[in-house]
């Protein structure tokens, strides 16, 4: 069965902290995306990236980065947490253009910052 | 039908009748759409998806329409079931950008036994 493995089901994190979030595909996708959900709000697209040591920001990238040094790896970097970021984080991976497309998610990050 | 603010619309529907969720889609250059299922505790799942130059698929239990001119979406259920009950969003790609989603809101589905 495929996966897209994240690392952490839940995380209770302080303000102030750097927090790492990972996320491990074993479908040799080359897409790899970093999204939060928050009520209401649906999905929105933090960083993503294309390829090894690839990254483009999403329309939300403020007070994130993200770290591709392997294709089956795509980590996301809270620089210093901060409350408004506690949400709901999904990886997802996905094959190039040209190829069935849709995305294939983990099972999310629900991130508390106190 | 897809919500702005904090509330996501909620449909309830007894078992067994079908079930229409809708989708209005703000790109008239997006050419892929998908619907995904999400249950309590997991990430997003791919339904069903359709191109641009459809305007139905069908799949098993599931159809997707499609209506181009009013950019519009709807996933109909047939017979549902309690396993139905999830949260389901659109997506569609943003036509220059081909492997990037936009996602709707989403639709809260309760299936009443």
């Known amino acids: 069965d495929v996966k897209v493995t994240q690392s952490s089901r839940y995380l209770v994190k302080r303000t102030g902290e750097k927090v790492f979030l990972e996320c491990v595909q074993d479908?040799?996708?080359?897409?790899m995306f970093w999204y939060r959900q928050d009520p209401g709000l649906g999905l929105r697209l933090i960083y993503f990236?294309?390829?090894?040591?690839?990254?483009e920001k999403g329309d939300i990238p403020e007070g994130y980065s993200v770290s591709r040094e392997k294709k089956e790896r795509f980590s996301l970097i809270l620089e210093s947490a901060s409350t408004n970021q506690t949400s709901m984080y999904l990886c997802?991976?996905?094959?190039?253009?040209?190829?069935?497309?849709?995305?294939?998610f983990g099972s999310g990050t629900r991130l508390t910052v106190v | 039908g897809e919500s702005v603010g904090l509330h996501l619309p909620t449909l309830s529907v007894q078992e067994g009748d079908n079930s229409i969720i809708n989708c209005a889609y703000s790109?008239?250059?997006?050419?892929?759409f998908i619907w995904y299922k999400q249950e309590s505790g997991k990430g997003p799942q791919f339904i069903i998806d359709i191109r641009s130059n459809m305007d139905k698929r069908q799949g098993q239990r599931v159809t997707v329409l499609l209506n181009k001119t009013v950019k519009h979406l709807s996933l109909q259920i047939a017979a549902t079931q309690p396993g139905d009950s999830a949260v389901y969003f659109c997506a569609e790609n943003n036509g220059s950008e081909w492997n990037k989603l936009v996602f709707g809101a989403g639709t809260i589905l309760r299936v009443k036994s």
């Open positions: 997802a991976s996905s094959l190039p253009q040209g190829t069935p497309m849709g995305y294939t």
């Open positions: 790109n008239s250059a997006s050419d892929y």
């Open positions: 479908m040799d996708h080359e897409n």
């Open positions: 990236s294309y390829d090894v040591k690839m990254k």
